[in-house]
């Protein structure tokens, strides 16, 4: 799968054991691909990607037979056609620079033998994404809801959208999708709704929960890749404010948590202007003080 590949190849570059493109050019959002062609004496020996501006200090980020994926990154080798590929996807602005097609050679005679390499220039341009995110930060109150919309472009009306769950988008959770149509879907607490006429489709999560605060996606299914667009999600915290009468401000104010006041469990209490306690803070003013809680 691939996102709307954009792979430029200028010009190539390196030693006659190890070749590759000079530069390379992808959409923001998309992903390109990076071919490097290496001798047959070569043809066992791992190979890797790494980036920095020297070949001799480049930080690795993949390799072959080791760690062949890592986030947004892969390597693959293919023995058959003496070449190994490195593809970037979802790409971001924070991804131009300099980096390296190296092939990790091995330790003679105790002097260590120098990796052939070819440097490759990635740059990142601002292109055009067929989806994005009418805010990519959203947020709800605890046992309320909120509503995330994403818009893409024409032609996508008819694939399936979808709203899936965690940190890195290659494996989060899908937790609604829509059959293709404008047709309502739902799972437990979210649903999601297509406009087509609009262009945008609409994800709505309901009785919300701390724990539900984390990164989430827009997506639309397609062959290769899925376009994907994060959408950060948080909770709004709850404030309780509780007023007193003249003759009580040197006292001290506690918030406690059970049915009967003389037993209640208590949570935090007043020491000076402020305390804070794990998810809870009570903040002392004029006749007034008032709790907050950020969290379970």
């Given at each position: 799968m691939w996102l709307s590949p954009a792979l430029l190849f200028l010009c190539f570059s390196g030693s006659l054991s190890l070749m590759g493109p000079s530069s390379v050019t992808g959409n923001l959002g998309g992903s390109l691909s990076v071919q490097c062609q290496y001798e047959e004496d070569y043809r066992t020996y791992k190979k890797y990607w790494c980036?920095?501006?020297?070949?001799?200090?480049?930080?690795?980020?993949?390799?072959?037979?080791?760690?062949?994926?890592?986030?947004?990154?892969?390597?693959?080798?293919?023995?058959?056609?003496?070449?190994?590929?490195?593809?970037?996807?979802?790409?971001?602005?924070?991804?131009?620079?300099?980096?390296?097609?190296?092939?990790?050679?091995?330790?003679?005679?105790?002097?260590?033998?120098?990796?052939?390499?070819?440097?490759?220039?990635?740059?990142?341009?601002?292109?055009?994404?067929?989806?994005?995110?009418?805010?990519?930060?959203?947020?709800?109150?605890?046992?309320?809801?909120?509503?995330?919309?994403?818009?893409?472009?024409?032609?996508?009306?008819?694939?399936?959208?979808?709203?899936?769950?965690?940190?890195?988008?290659?494996?989060?959770?899908?937790?609604?999708?829509?059959n293709g149509s404008e047709e309502k879907a739902k799972s437990n607490q979210v649903s999601i709704k297509d406009n087509q006429k609009l262009h945008t489709f609409t994800v709505t999560m309901e009785e919300l929960r701390w724990n539900d605060a984390d990164t989430y996606w827009c997506g639309i299914e397609k062959s290769g890749t899925d376009l994907g667009v994060e959408v950060k999600v948080t909770i709004d915290p709850v404030t309780m404010q509780c007023h007193y009468g003249p003759g009580w401000e040197t006292y001290v104010k506690s918030w406690c948590q059970d049915a009967d006041l003389n037993s209640c469990n208590i949570l935090v209490q007043t020491s000076g202007l402020e305390l804070k306690k794990n998810h809870v803070s009570i903040n002392q003013k004029k006749h007034t003080f008032s709790m907050t809680i950020w969290g379970e």
């Open positions: 980036r920095g501006q020297s070949e001799s200090t480049c930080d690795k980020i993949v390799e072959t037979n080791v760690e062949e994926k890592r986030g947004r990154v892969s390597i693959r080798d293919h023995p058959d056609s003496l070449t190994f590929i490195v593809t970037m996807e979802n790409l971001t602005a924070e991804d131009t620079g300099s980096y390296w097609c190296r092939i990790q050679k091995v330790w003679l005679l105790d002097i260590w033998s120098y990796d052939p390499s070819v440097q490759v220039n990635v740059s990142v341009s601002p292109g055009s994404y067929p989806l994005r995110a009418v805010s990519n930060a959203v947020s709800g109150p605890l046992r309320g809801s909120l509503i995330v919309q994403c818009r893409y472009d024409s032609g996508w009306e008819t694939y399936k959208k979808w709203w899936c769950r965690g940190a890195e988008w290659s494996n989060c959770r899908i937790l609604v999708i829509t």
